[in-house]
C-alpha cells in the first residue's frame, strides 16, 4: 500500500524536511522516493501525520474531503507543499503511483469518479449583475411568474457570456450551471417559451429601462449630465418581409445587400446606457435624434444635458433643434471640413494640455464659428492621431501605386488594348482608392500608365493630419471643453462592445416584435455588462470582457462519485475551488460563490 510520511534528514549539520513516498516496485520490494524537499523549515509537530495524509490525499484527487481536523497553518502547510509537488518534476512524476485496490475510510480510492462537470464562472458573474441591478423584483413586479422570470434570466444571460440562436441556446445551457441555479429544466420543447417570455420582456421595455436607469444612477452616483447619442444597424439573413422597418440602407459591415433596422442609443458619461430607439433600416441618422429627444425630454426630467454627437449628426437642422429645446451641444465635425480652418490652424496660440509625453501631445484652442457666432469651434492638435493619419495615408498610397503599376504593366506587355477597356478598369483603380487617387493625374501612354503626384495637395492634407475640430455652444476653457469630448470615447467603447460582443448583428428574426424583442435582450445584457466594467474600473481593473470570460470558463461544477467497500455510492456535487485571479473577480464584484452554488450530497443504496 501507498503512503506518504515527512522525514528530516541532516545534510552538513543542516536539517532537510522532505516529503517522501513509500511504495512496492514491480517486484514486490519496498522502495521510497523523495516527491519534495522543504529545507530547513519546521511543521507543526502535532500535525506532521495529518499534514502528510491530507497531501497524498490531494495528489490523489481527494481534495477537501478529509481535511477538517486541521488547523489554519496546517491547511496552509498542506497547500503550500501541494503546490510545490505540482511545480516539481519529482512531484509531477511520483504523484501518479497506481493506487488500484487502496481505500481511505471506506472508499475505494481507485473506483472515485468525477461526472457532470459544466461551466459556472461566467454564469456566477452574469447573474450577480443581474441581481444587483434588481432585474428580480422589478420583472415580479411586473407579473412574470416563475419559470419566465428564469427564462429571461437564461436568454440575457446567454446574450452577455456567448450569444446564440434559440435552438443553439438551449444546448448551450445544458452544458453550464444555470439551469441549476435558475431551477429550471431546459429541453427542445422550450423554444417557443423563450419567443414568448422574449414578447413579454418587450411589452414591458420602457418600465424596465425606467427601472434600470434609476438602479444605475443609485449604485453608481451618476450626475448623468453628458450623453452620447449614436446609430448603427443589424442585418438579416433573409428578407424579413413580415417587419415594416426592414430596409436597404447603408450598413455598417458592408452588408448592403441584406435589410436591416437601424438602433439609435443613448449612453451617459460613463457608457451605461439610457435609452433606445429602433428605426427604419433606410432612415438618415440625422432624422433619428429627434425622435430620441423626444425620449430624453422624458428621461431627464426637465434636466437638459450636453448632447454629445459624431460628425454624422452635425447638420444645421440638427444644431437647430438642439438649441430650440434647450440642450447644449458638443459635435466632431468631420475630418473633411477641416479644411476650411486650415488658416486658423496655422495661426498658432494653442494651449497644450498638461501631464502628456511627445508622442502624446495634445494642444486645444478656441475660435468662434465663422459661419456661426452663438457657437465656438474647439481646434485640437494630437500628436497621437497624426501620425496614425500619417500613416493611414502612407499606406493608402502604397497600395494605389502597386495597382497602378499593375494595370500599367498588363497595358505595357499587350495584354490589355482596347481603349474602353483600359479606361473602365482605370475608373475601377481610382474608384477602389478614393483616398489617395485625388492627389495623382493618371495618363495613358503606349508603354502603360504615368502617375503624376501633385505634391502641393499632398503636404496640405498631411498638414491637417492629427487635426479636428469640435463645435459646441457651450463657453468653456478649451481644454474642458476637450475632456468633455473625452466622454465620447469612454461611451463608444461600450457601445462598440454592443455591436460586436453581445450578438446584436446578425439577426435571424423576421416578424417586427421578434426583432425589436432580440435587440432589447442585447441592450439588456449591455446593462450586466456595464455593471461588471464599472465596477472593474472603480478597482481600477481595466481587463476587457472577453478576458473575463475567458479566465472565468475554468471554474465549473462537478459530481464526485465515491464509491465505499460496502457498494454504497456518495455523491457530492460542488464547484471546484477557483484560482487565485478567478477568486479576486468574485472578491471585486462581491460574489460569494460557495453561497451562491452550496454543495449538495446524496448517496445511492448499495
Known amino acids: 500500500m501507498c503512503g506518504v510520511f515527512f522525514r528530516t534528514k541532516s545534510i552538513k549539520g543542516t536539517p532537510l524536511v522532505q516529503l517522501v513516498q513509500s511504495y512496492r516496485d514491480a517486484q514486490g520490494a519496498p522502495r521510497q522516493r523523495v516527491i519534495v524537499s522543504l529545507g530547513d523549515t519546521r511543521l507543526p509537530e502535532s500535525e506532521e501525520r495529518a499534514i502528510a495524509t491530507a497531501v497524498e490525499r490531494r495528489l490523489q484527487g481527494e481534495r477537501d474531503l478529509f481535511e477538517s481536523e486541521l488547523s489554519q497553518e ?19 512524476s511520483k504523484a501518479a503511483v497506481p493506487v488500484t485496490g487502496a481505500t481511505v475510510d471506506g472508499v475505494l480510492v481507485d473506483e472515485i469518479e468525477t461526472e457532470q462537470v459544466v461551466e459556472l464562472g461566467p454564469q456566477l458573474v452574469a447573474m450577480a449583475a443581474w441581481e444587483k441591478l434588481g432585474l ?14 428564469a427564462t429571461a434570466q437564461l436568454m440575457v444571460c446567454n446574450r452577455l457570456i456567448e450569444p446564440l440562436s434559440e435552438w443553439a441556446l438551449i444546448d448551450w445551457s445544458q452544458r453550464t450551471a444555470l439551469p441549476e441555479l435558475l431551477g ?9 417559451r423563450l419567443y414568448r417570455t422574449s414578447d413579454e420582456l418587450l411589452a414591458h421595455r420602457a418600465t424596465i429601462e425606467e427601472k434600470l436607469r434609476k438602479r444605475e444612477t443609485d449604485l453608481f452616483s451618476l450626475s448623468r449630465k453628458i450623453i452620447l447619442y449614436d446609430v448603427t444597424n443589424s442585418h438579416f439573413e433573409g428578407l424579413c ?10 450598413n455598417k459591415q458592408k452588408r448592403n445587400d441584406c435589410r436591416q433596422v437601424a438602433i439609435g442609443m443613448a449612453f451617459d458619461e460613463r457608457g451605461m446606457s439610457l435609452a433606445h430607439e429602433v428605426f427604419e433600416g ?11 429627444l423626444n425620449r430624453l425630454d422624458v428621461i431627464q426630467e426637465g434636466c437638459k444635458p450636453v448632447v454629445i454627437l459624431d460628425a454624422g449628426f452635425a447638420s444645421k437642422a440638427n444644431i437647430t433643434r438642439l438649441k430650440e429645446r434647450g440642450y447644449s451641444y458638443l459635435i466632431n465635425i468631420t475630418r473633411g471640413s477641416r479644411s476650411k480652418y486650415a488658416e486658423a490652424f496655422a495661426a498658432g496660440s494653442f494651449e497644450t494640455l498638461e501631464g502628456r509625453g511627445e508622442n502624446q501631445k495634445i494642444e486645444v484652442k478656441t475660435i468662434v464659428d465663422p459661419e456661426d457666432e452663438d457657437s465656438r469651434l474647439v481646434l485640437c492638435r494630437s500628436a497621437q492621431r497624426r501620425l496614425k493619419e500619417e500613416a493611414m495615408i502612407s499606406k493608402a498610397e502604397a497600395r494605389y501605386l502597386e495597382d497602378v503599376k499593375a494595370l500599367s504593366g498588363l497595358i505595357g506587355k499587350g495584354r490589355l488594348k482596347q481603349s474602353k477597356l483600359i479606361e473602365r478598369r482605370i475608373g475601377a483603380l481610382q474608384k477602389k482608392h478614393p483616398k489617395v487617387q485625388r492627389f495623382y493625374t493618371l495618363t495613358h501612354q503606349e508603354d502603360g500608365l504615368l502617375a503624376v503626384r501633385n505634391d502641393t495637395d499632398m503636404a496640405d492634407t498631411v498638414a491637417l493630419c492629427g487635426d479636428y475640430v469640435l463645435k459646441t455652444d457651450k463657453t468653456m ?15 463608444e467603447s461600450g457601445f462598440r462592445m454592443l455591436k460586436s460582443s453581445l450578438g446584436l448583428r446578425p439577426n435571424f428574426h423576421q416578424l417586427e416584435g421578434r426583432v425589436d424583442g432580440h435587440i432589447f435582450i442585447s441592450v439588456l445584457a449591455y446593462h450586466l455588462l456595464s455593471w461588471v466594467r464599472e465596477n472593474f474600473l472603480l478597482c481600477g481593473d481595466v481587463r476587457e470582457w472577453s478576458t473575463v470570460v475567458r479566465l472565468m470558463r475554468t471554474h465549473c461544477v462537478a459530481t464526485t462519485r465515491l464509491k465505499l467497500k460496502d457498494g454504497r455510492i456518495i455523491q457530492i456535487r460542488k464547484p471546484s475551488r477557483p484560482d487565485a485571479e478567478q477568486q479576486r473577480v ?21
Open 74 to 92: 496546517g491547511l496552509a502547510w498542506v497547500a503550500r507543499v501541494v503546490a510545490l509537488a505540482g511545480r516539481s518534476k519529482a512531484g509531477r
Open 136 to 149: 428580480t423584483e422589478t420583472l415580479v413586479e411586473l407579473g412574470f411568474n416563475a419559470s419566465a422570470l
Open 184 to 192: 429550471m429544466r431546459i429541453t427542445k420543447t422550450a423554444k417557443d
Open 241 to 250: 418581409q413580415g417587419n415594416p422597418k426592414a430596409r436597404h440602407g447603408k
Open 282 to 292: 433606410n432612415i438618415a441618422d440625422t432624422k433619428t435624434l429627434e425622435l430620441m
Open 477 to 491: 476653457a478649451a481644454a474642458e471643453l476637450w475632456s468633455l469630448y473625452m466622454t465620447l470615447l469612454k461611451a
Open 586 to 606: 468574485y472578491d471585486i464584484l462581491g460574489i460569494d460563490w460557495k453561497l451562491a452554488f452550496p454543495p449538495v450530497k446524496s448517496e445511492l443504496p448499495a
